[in-house]
């Protein structure tokens, strides 16, 4: 029965929406970025315009992020208090631990989220758009790996994960309502 209710409250933390990540106010919003942390296209590009110069400025000292990993800094101008930058894998076929490497995505955010007292974190859809991982994959992975998480990780109430359109609200809305 315990875990029967962990399993539900790890559920109701996690939600669904579909909308630009740049205007959500939360503790944290995550970045899909690249390994430079230099900026790049897509939601990276997009983060960077709306947070200003000073977050690349920031990024610089930080030298770079493996795949797989994150790395915390200010918010600048974006309502989000702070800016967590993860590198995602690029999909190559799915036999090369592009899905440990997209769940380890999740989850060290998630953590460095919770070090930084974060109660409310957005996530994109990492590595669908440029990276190529299928969204539908990537859905599903990035459920299981945030409820994972989020069982040690009381302090974090809400996780929001923003898709950019219909589609891929679609698929993370089928990968919500499967039970692992
Ligand atoms: P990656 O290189 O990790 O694939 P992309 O930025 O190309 O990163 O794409 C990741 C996802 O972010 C895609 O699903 C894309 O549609 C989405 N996206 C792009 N801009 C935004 C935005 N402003 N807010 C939320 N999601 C976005």
């Keep these: 029965l315990q875990d029967a209710q962990c399993e539900r409250q790890a559920m109701s933390r996690i939600t ?28 990276d590009g997009a983060i960077h315009r709306a947070a200003g110069q000073e977050l690349v400025q920031e990024c610089r000292l930080l030298h770079g992020c493996k795949t797989g990993q994150a790395k915390i800094t200010s918010g600048y101008r974006l309502p989000a208090r ?53 969204a539908d994959l ?19 109430e809400s996780v929001m994960l923003v898709a950019f359109d219909e589609q891929a609200h679609a698929h993370l809305v089928k990968a919500l309502k499967r039970k692992e």
Excluded: M, Q
Excluded at 138 to 156: Q, V
């Design 16 to 43: 669904s929406l579909v909308g630009d990540i740049t205007k959500i106010e939360a503790d944290a919003i995550v970045n899909a970025a690249n390994s430079s942390l230099l900026g790049g296209g897509g939601v």
């Design 82 to 134: 702070h800016v967590i930058h993860t590198v995602g894998p690029v999909w190559r076929g799915g036999e090369e631990g592009e899905p440990d490497l997209l769940a380890s995505c999740y989850e060290t955010s998630l953590r460095l989220a919770a070090e930084y007292s974060c109660k409310t974190v957005a996530f994109p859809a990492i590595s669908t758009g440029i990276y190529g991982y299928p």
């Design 138 to 156: 990537a859905a599903g992975t990035a459920i299981k790996a945030i409820r994972s998480a989020l069982g040690d990780l009381p302090g974090i």
